[in-house]
């Protein structure tokens, strides 16, 4: 199976549950920040004719603001959409970084995926308008 039908089952299974988490505040930040880093690399790696607003179960349900909408082409969109429903559906509360989390939900291929983006897109997001949600997870990641 891969990552997309992954997520299709989840959201036939769980959907009404991914959307109830998708309208929590921590949550929310941190798909917002998942979609700003991935859009800083999407700008930098990929076509600008390709990438369109995006949209996902996530921005039907709110939890976009509309000035963080990020514009990303089809494959990023498709990482971006994995990690929303990895995102809604963890069970640590309070939820640790990726990194340091002992259990690792993402399947092989888009953990590989998240790490090269975060890699290349943290350091710039700082200058990207993307500076507080950076902060804000950097601190995340220190304490976890």
């Given at each position: ?55 996902s ?5 709110g ?36 990194k ?34 950076a ?10």
């Amino acid at each position: 199976m891969n990552a997309e039908e992954a997520i299709d089952r989840a959201y036939e299974r769980l959907g009404e549950r991914i959307h109830e988490k998708f309208r929590r505040k921590d949550i929310a930040r941190d798909i917002v920040t998942l979609a700003g880093m991935a859009e800083i690399y999407c700008a930098d790696h990929h076509d600008d004719a390709q990438r369109v607003p995006f949209r996902s179960e996530a921005t039907e349900a709110g939890a976009y603001p509309a000035r963080k909408i990020p514009r990303l082409c089809p494959d990023c969109a498709r990482h971006v959409r994995y990690g929303e429903v990895r995102r809604a559906l963890c069970t640590r509360d309070p939820r640790p970084s990726c990194k340091t989390c002992s259990n690792h939900c993402y399947a092989p291929d888009e953990a590989a995926w998240q790490r090269t983006c975060m890699a290349y897109a943290g350091p710039r997001a700082m200058f990207r308008g993307h500076a507080i949600d950076a902060i804000r997870h950097l601190i995340q990641t220190r304490r976890s």
